[in-house]
């Protein structure tokens, strides 16, 4: 019977000493990754996907390791990577004001380019035409309004202040002019 007392007393204090370090161990890293979750929600409706992307991927691939290292019960590197993911937000947020106002002001730019380039273009189809370049009038004609109709709807966007939309439209439209200058002065 002592021995069997003895035996349990052991047995619950090893128990009592070792509780401890179990649960420390074991505990899920829930308000860390409620607090990464709303941190990249937050960097989202902010704009940091369309204006500091690279940070915000980054934000968005350390949550998604968070959440696979909650899933292998990795919970302490859980905890890091939440963390990680909250800090990485927070700097996406803060970056976006300053990009967009950096986009916005190379959009501008861009308008003004793409009202010469226009300009440009116009006169080096006249000279095709005139000199009877073997162009299809029709085509470059069209392609000409379809450009104009686009820049149109661009600058509005720009106004509006979509400025990532107006920017990606504006570039492609700008990419457009020079293919077709470069185009029709290979033909004069």
């Known amino acids: 019977m002592k021995k069997r ?3 349990n007393i052991i047995f619950m204090a090893v128990l009592i000493l070792s509780l401890p370090l179990i649960l420390g161990c ?21 704009e940091a996907d369309l204006y500091v992307s690279d940070v915000f991927m980054q934000a968005e691939e350390s949550l998604k390791k968070a959440k696979d290292l ?23 947020i803060s970056l976006v004001e300053q990009n967009k106002a950096e986009m916005k002001s190379v ?14 273009l116009k006169t080096s189809v006249a000279a095709a035409i ?3 370049a073997a162009i299809n009038r029709e085509e470059v004609q069209g392609t000409l309004g379809k450009l104009e109709i686009d820049f149109v ?11 990532r939309q ?3 439209e504006l570039k492609a439209i700008e990419d457009k002019i020079n293919t077709e200058k470069e185009g029709i002065d290979a033909l004069l």
């Open 5 to 7: 007392a003895r035996f």
């Open 70 to 92: 909650v899933t292998l019960k990795k919970y302490k590197e859980a905890k890091s990577a939440a963390e990680e993911t909250v800090m990485l937000s927070e700097k996406a």
């Open 26 to 46: 074991a505990k899920v890293p829930t308000e860390e990754m409620t607090k990464a979750e709303n941190a990249v929600a937050e960097a989202k409706q902010k």
């Open 130 to 132: 005139k000199k009877k």
């Open 153 to 163: 709807g661009a600058k509005e966007k720009l106004e509006a202040l979509q400025i």
């Open 107 to 120: 959009a501008e730019d861009m308008v003004e380019t793409i009202t010469k380039g226009l300009d440009e």
């Open 166 to 168: 107006a920017y990606d």
